[in-house]
């Protein structure tokens, strides 16, 4: 059979590993700076843009959506050129492709700056980002599976599954999360609302680390690891196994973000369950990567490239080992709101994917252009000074958490609590400003690794276009020898993707459905009304300023919780939230009881200097929302969007909905004037006021009348009209 001549796309793959290399240092410094924020609260220099609710989002996008994205398109477009032996689909997909994530990833950056936020965790673009989103992901989509289809290789080698898997069940994920109804061009509101969105939300959240930031890099992993240690796999059995058992467990775990929260006991059990499954499917990956260099490891010593391989997998493990134990609800009760979380999310971000990113590239570069590394000693001390980066970063962040659980949950002999929440931030201030260290200490060394390629790539010339040959493929395809049943899938990309679709989409359904399906399932509570239309003003403002990333409003049923904030939160109390805030770390106190706990002149006093009111504090000031305005005008739409979403505005409600704005606007004011505080009633300040004063108040009558065992949950509609 004669061999087709065929030239491998290079140019793309350079386009895809300098973008990785550029956002991971803007990603990095952005979430270098907000660390410093928590130890130095005066480094956000009372910059709307830069205080810390802002930073974190634009941080998670640019590491997760950018750094880590543009590192899995690096990969793909690389490694799957060869493993089918042929050039990527269409070179014009790639370009679009290419293009249109950069763009997104910009546009994103610069809305988030300015305040423009969905306000749900890893998810915070806007509409039309999420459109573009999925529209840059079919194109994606279709340059790989075009690629596959004329492929000149008959088998498809797992980390191809991988990839498949990946595009599904991200496009799955996305959509679905991803249903709002627009207000304007940079504003919408989920279309879920309290638990359900809650539910959405970290079924979503969960798997975009699943998804994005494990299975495409397990992928990865099985290309550039062997192809480094120039070992076979240690057991491709294994990785079969580990396919499809990952896909399938992954997609149930989500719930157990949401552990003693007001969602039903069956979805955070389920969640639980399937978590501590995931444990099999992540070491046997593990271990197949770390095997696959037995034999190697005289060449690990010495070769920088394997040593961070090593060190990623290690991570993957270790972080795919401590994120079941911290579904086990006795864990659970200790990690969650605390710093525990953030170490174990570093722990993979940084170790995992940071590592195996760098790996890639070191090995890549260089045969991209066709010559050798510059430094193979710098490389190596980038790897020991990004494990002392990471060792300083976590470590910090656990020894945080374990003080943050410890100190609310301790009481005196008389029953009451020991410590004030501010004396447990301040306790801890030092321990972010060694978190801090690790992040420059990290950055530095991406730093080294920049100047490093920088010097290869001047030594070399790019191959924008490498020559290859193969066969074609054949008409048909024979099978030779003992087959198995994987054969029948495994080489037909069509029916893969069927089946990983029908695997990820059986656990989204049954654990979604029934939330959505069955009504007593999430209980309504009589007291509860809708929110004034100065209070969503409020709300959006709060959104903005990405007070959740901070605080949160979910009150767990702990002594020490209840004692803090009161009574714990109830399903019911959140089917008018679009979205929901139940927020997943507490920098500061949880929120949900605020309502009614100081009067307006505290919350007017804490928002312009929070140490005035708490000294000690972290959180910036708030100066901008004294002097902007609120926008009025756009108020009959947000009332009108929220009756299509269900929340119960009475028919006409829009023309009174100003009018109604102005009145409690005005007794905010009179209330700010009698404490000497002097406020026009068309502030954001006295908008977010409203929002404050409103939250966790409607069961407080019934809370300060009956024990607690007595607030009962209806599950009726709410009674009579919309009463502001």
């Not at 030239?7 to 270098?32: C, E, S």
């Not at 020991?418 to 030092?430: D, G, L, S």
């Not at 679709?501 to 399932?521: D, H, K």
Request: charged residues 15%; contains cysteine; hydrophobic residues 45%.
């Amino acid at each position: 059979m004669s061999l087709e001549k065929f030239y491998y796309d290079n140019r793309t793959v350079k386009w895809f590993a300098y973008a990785a290399i550029f956002w991971g240092l803007i990603g990095m410094l952005a979430g270098l700076w907000a660390a410093l924020e928590l130890a130095f609260p005066g480094l956000n220099f009372g910059y709307a843009p830069i205080t810390f609710g802002r930073l974190r989002p634009v941080h998670t996008n640019a590491v997760i959506f950018a750094f880590v994205g543009n590192g899995i398109f690096m990969g793909v477009y690389y490694s799957l050129q060869r493993l089918c032996k042929t050039r990527m689909f269409s070179d014009l997909l790639s370009k679009i492709h290419f293009w249109g994530w950069q763009t997104i990833i910009a546009g994103g950056a610069l809305t988030l700056f300015l305040g423009y936020t969905t306000g749900k965790e890893y998810a915070e673009l806007e509409w039309p980002f999420d459109i573009a989103i999925t529209l840059i992901w079919v194109v994606f989509g279709a340059n790989m599976l075009g690629t596959i289809l004329r492929r000149r290789e008959v088998h498809l080698y797992v980390a191809i599954w991988f990839y498949i898997g990946t595009w599904v069940a991200i496009a799955m994920l996305h959509i679905i999360n991803s249903f709002e109804f627009p207000l304007s061009l940079f504003k919408s509101y989920s279309w879920y609302a309290g638990v359900q969105d809650a539910l959405v939300q970290w079924w979503y959240g969960h798997n975009a680390v699943a998804f994005f930031l494990t299975t495409p890099y397990l992928g990865l992993m099985y290309y550039f690891v062997p192809k480094a240690a120039n070992r076979p796999v240690y057991s491709y059995r294994w990785s079969i196994i580990h396919f499809w058992s990952l896909i399938f467990i992954y997609i149930w775990a989500g719930p157990h973000h949401l552990l003693y929260t007001a969602l039903p006991d069956w979805a955070q059990t389920l969640g639980t369950a399937f978590s501590i499954m995931l444990i099999a499917p992540s070491w046997g990956g593990m271990l197949n990567g770390l095997l696959t260099l037995r034999g190697a490891w005289d060449k690990v010593r010495e070769d920088a490239i394997l040593k961070f391989f090593v060190v990623a997998l290690t991570c993957y493990g270790m972080a795919t080992f401590e994120g079941p134990m911290l579904s086990l609800k006795n864990v659970n009760a200790i990690s969650h709101y605390t710093d525990w979380t953030i170490a174990h999310v570093h722990v993979g971000a940084l170790g995992w994917n940071g590592f195996l990113t760098f790996g890639i590239l070191y090995w890549l570069i260089p045969r991209l252009f066709g010559t050798q590394l510059y430094s193979k000693k710098w490389a190596n001390t980038h790897f020991w000074i990004g494990t002392l980066g990471i060792i300083f970063y976590v470590i910090p962040m656990y020894w945080a958490a374990f003080t943050q659980s410890m100190m609310w949950k301790q009481f005196t002999e008389e029953g009451q609590l020991k410590y004030q929440f501010m004396e447990t931030v301040t306790t801890i201030v030092p321990m972010y400003a060694l978190r801090g260290l690790g992040g420059l200490l990290y950055i530095s060394g991406l730093v080294l690794m920049v100047v490093n390629l920088r010097k290869t790539i001047r030594s070399g010339s790019f191959i924008a276009n490498e020559a290859a040959e193969a066969a074609p493929l054949p008409k048909v395809i024979e099978t030779h020898g003992k087959a198995h049943w994987h054969n029948w899938i495994e080489r037909r990309p069509i029916q893969l993707l069927v089946f990983s679709l029908i695997v990820v989409a059986i656990g989204g359904l049954l654990e979604l459905m029934p939330t959505f399906l069955v009504r007593s399932n999430i209980p309504t509570i009589s007291s509860v009304k809708p929110y004034t239309p100065l209070e969503l003003h409020g709300r959006d403002i709060y959104i903005r300023e990405g007070c959740y990333n901070c605080h949160s409003q979910m009150i767990r049923p702990f002594r020490d919780e209840v004692a803090r904030y009161g009574e714990y939160s109830k399903a019911g109390e959140f089917v008018y939230d679009h979205p929901f805030q139940w927020g997943s770390k507490r920098t500061g106190p949880d929120l949900a009881r605020i309502g009614g706990k100081y009067p307006d002149s505290w919350h007017y006093n804490h928002m312009l200097d929070p140490t005035s009111m708490s000294p000690g504090s972290i959180m910036p000031g708030y100066p901008w929302l004294f002097e902007e305005r609120v926008d009025r005008a756009k108020t009959p739409a947000m009332i009108n969007v929220m009756r299509k979403l269900g929340v119960p505005y009475p028919d006409g409600y829009e023309q009174q909905a100003i009018a109604d704005l102005d009145k409690q606007a005005l007794a905010i004011t009179a209330a700010l004037e009698k404490d000497k505080l002097p406020i026009k009633p068309d502030r954001e300040i006295v908008a977010l006021i409203a929002y404050l004063q409103r939250i966790g108040t409607d069961i407080k009558a019934e809370v300060k009348t009956q024990p607690a065992e007595a607030v009962q949950e209806s599950s009726t509609e709410p009674e009579g009209a919309f009463k502001p």
